[in-house]
Each structure stands twice: as structure tokens, then as C-alpha cells.
């Protein structure tokens, strides 16, 4: 079929590194394959996902920036509010795209739609799908942040070639939120629950350094703040593109690296309970 080997790629790369349960590169990535034919036909919805990151980098990052000036980064750094905002904004685009598609998409197919039954009348295997949702979830949120860092190149907002490595670093915090989105969509009982959703995804947004750094914190909530995943990849992507490049970095690109490998795990053993009970 056209276009399978091309979708199977990254499904490949995915599972020599979580070589959790026997699952197949090649039926897993004709889900891949399966969810691009349905994104043509559903292009505004894909693309819509490109315009919450702008509103805030234009409203907040270039219109409250001028109000506000300078900041000085935990590590000292000088920036303009725009170069510290939108790092941070790029890292929360990759965690959008991933959780939203992960949840709310694989809900609708798992509950309603009903899509792996008919799946599972075929060769793939539930191990299969929930590799195979998570590597679109991961594409998905790798081409909203790859569109973002565009933009922020051509506002020169981007001050390090290390700053290349940011899409990679993006792409990590994808696996990691679109793996854990997974397993979390499994436990959803109703569309009510989509609520639980925003309580997790909404303060790791307005918290996570996103808009101010971690010192304006007292320090027991600074402690907690260390512990959620933004902030680890909101570090990674503002290190790079800034190039304040630092060992710490590796820290936090581990910490994503064992969340997403978790969440895979757990969504994968919870979608096959539930496709096979």
C-alpha cells in the first residue's frame, strides 16, 4: 500500500528502543497510515490545532512583552520576554497536539466508534494500536512544534544553533504526553470526564515557567513545579534555543524519555484488557 513504508519509519525507531510486547512496525504503522488518510479529509481540524500557540505568542509574548522587558533566567540569562515566552509556548504546542489527539481521538474510536474491534479482527494487535496511536499523536505534535519554530526563527527569536535540536527535543515531549494521553483515555468512563483533562493539562500550562521563571515561586512550590513534566520540557526546548546548554539538560530529557516509555507501557497492557475482556 502507498505510503505505509514512509508511515512505518518512525513506528521502527519507536520499538527498538520499547521492545515491550511483540508488536509489528509494519501493522502498526498502517494505523499510522490509516490516521493520515483520515487527517486529508479532515485538514481544518488538523490545521486548527496550529492557532491557539500564535494567539499566545502574539498576545502575551509580543503584546504584554513590551510591557514587562527584560527577564533573567534560574541560570542567569538575560532574555527579552519574547525569547523566554516562546520556548515555552513551543514545548506546550508539542504537549497539546499529543495529549488532545491521544485522548480525545483515541476516546472516540475506543468508546463510540468502535474502531478496534474491527482492528482486531485483523492481524494487528492491541500492543499494535497503542504503538501505533502514539507514534500519530507524536507526528502530529512534531508538525505543530516544527510550524512554531519557523515562526520563531522568523521573528528572531531563535538565538543558538543549538536551537536545531529543539525539534527533537519537542518531539521527545510528544512521546512523553501522547504515551501517558493514552493510557489516561483508557480509564475515561464519559465524555465528563474530559474534565479531569483539563485540571491536569491547564495548571502545567500557566505554571510550568511557561510565563515567568521559577524563582518568582516560594520555594515548596517551586519543588512541586520540578516535579511535572512542562517544566522539564519547557527547560529542555528553552536551554536549546536560547543556548544555555547545560547537564542538566540530559536530567530532563530523561525524565520524559521514562514517562513516555511508562505511559506505553501501561497503555498498551490497558488497551489489550479492554479490546480482549
Not at 509489528?24 to 493520515?36: I, K, T
Not at 505568542?57 to 533566567?73: H, K, M, P, R
Not at 526546548?237 to 540530559?250: E, K, N, P
Not at 501501561?266 to 479490546?275: E, F, I, S
Amino acid at each position: 500500500m502507498t505510503g505505509v513504508p514512509t508511515a512505518t519509519r518512525p513506528v521502527s525507531l519507536l520499538l527498538r528502543v520499547v521492545p515491550l510486547y511483540p508488536v509489528s512496525a509494519r501493522r502498526a504503522g498502517q494505523l499510522v497510515y490509516r490516521n493520515l488518510l483520515v487527517a486529508r479529509r479532515s485538514w481544518l481540524v488538523f490545521v486548527s490545532g496550529f492557532a491557539e500557540p500564535f494567539f499566545y505568542l502574539f498576545s502575551i509574548g509580543v503584546g504584554i512583552g513590551a510591557l514587562v522587558g527584560d527577564v533573567v533566567t534560574d541560570t542567569g540569562t538575560a532574555l527579552t520576554y519574547q525569547e523566554f515566552v516562546a520556548p515555552a509556548l513551543l514545548a506546550s504546542a508539542a504537549m497539546n497536539g499529543a495529549v488532545y489527539d491521544a485522548v480525545f481521538n483515541l476516546f472516540f474510536k475506543l468508546r463510540y466508534a468502535k474502531l478496534y474491534d474491527a482492528v482486531l479482527a485483523t492481524p494487528v494487535s492491541a500492543a499494535d494500536a497503542a504503538v501505533g496511536e502514539t507514534v500519530w499523536a507524536l507526528l502530529r505534535g512534531a508538525v505543530y512544534s516544527t510550524a512554531f519554530l519557523l515562526v520563531m526563527l522568523a521573528m528572531g527569536l531563535v538565538g543558538s544553533w543549538w536551537a536545531l535540536l529543539a525539534l527533537p527535543a519537542a518531539v521527545l515531549i510528544g512521546f512523553a504526553f501522547a504515551a501517558v494521553g493514552l493510557a489516561a483515555s483508557t480509564f475515561l468512563r464519559g465524555w465528563q470526564d474530559f474534565e479531569f483533562v483539563q485540571v491536569a493539562i491547564l495548571p502545567l500550562f500557566l505554571f510550568s515557567t511557561t510565563f515567568y521563571p521559577l524563582s518568582t515561586y516560594p520555594r515548596p512550590l517551586q519543588l512541586l513545579v520540578e516535579c511535572t513534566p512542562l517544566y522539564h520540557g519547557i527547560e529542555l526546548v528553552r536551554g536549546l534555543v536560547t543556548g544555555d546548554v547545560r547537564w542538566a539538560l540530559l536530567g530532563s530529557a530523561a525524565y520524559l524519555a521514562v514517562m513516555g516509555l511508562a505511559g506505553l507501557a501501561l497503555g498498551a497492557r490497558r488497551l489489550q484488557r479492554l479490546l480482549l475482556a
